[in-house]
């Protein structure tokens, strides 16, 4: 059975930081491209974040420089950093892992999410 669950999430005021994690089993976690996005009410979903099987890297444009994805084959975990946090960052953040390499953004395996609230 294939369980994506992600940790960390809460409430930050603006400018803070908040480290997401999201735990993998029932894959083998190296073989995986992974992903993060976010979902705020009423809006659709965006992709934040993604890393290869490497550690080569893409990043939303409103996320740049201030959020960091990276993964741990070890822990079969991967991170999102995020830093200078902003009220328009409010989101639900989930994971999403895609075999081999990330083709679209509905296939694979999803985390149920975690909530970030970011406000003063």
């Known amino acids: 059975q294939v369980q994506l669950v992600e940790s960390g999430g809460g409430l930050v005021q603006p400018g803070g930081s908040l480290r997401l994690s999201c735990t993998t089993s029932?894959?083998?976690?190296?073989?995986?491209?992974m992903g993060w996005y976010r979902q705020a009410p009423g809006k659709q979903r965006e992709l934040v974040a993604t890393i290869t099987r490497g550690t080569s890297t893409t990043y939303a444009d409103s996320v740049k420089g201030r959020f960091t994805i990276s993964r741990d084959n070890a822990k079969n975990t991967v991170y999102l950093q995020m830093t200078s946090l902003k009220s328009e960052d409010t989101a639900v953040y989930s994971c999403?892992?895609?075999?081999?390499?990330?083709?679209?953004?509905?296939?694979?395996?999803w985390g149920q999410g975690t909530q970030v609230t970011v406000s003063s």
């Open positions: 029932g894959i083998i976690f190296s073989f995986y491209a």
């Open positions: 999403n892992a895609q075999l081999d390499t990330m083709r679209d953004q509905i296939s694979g395996y």
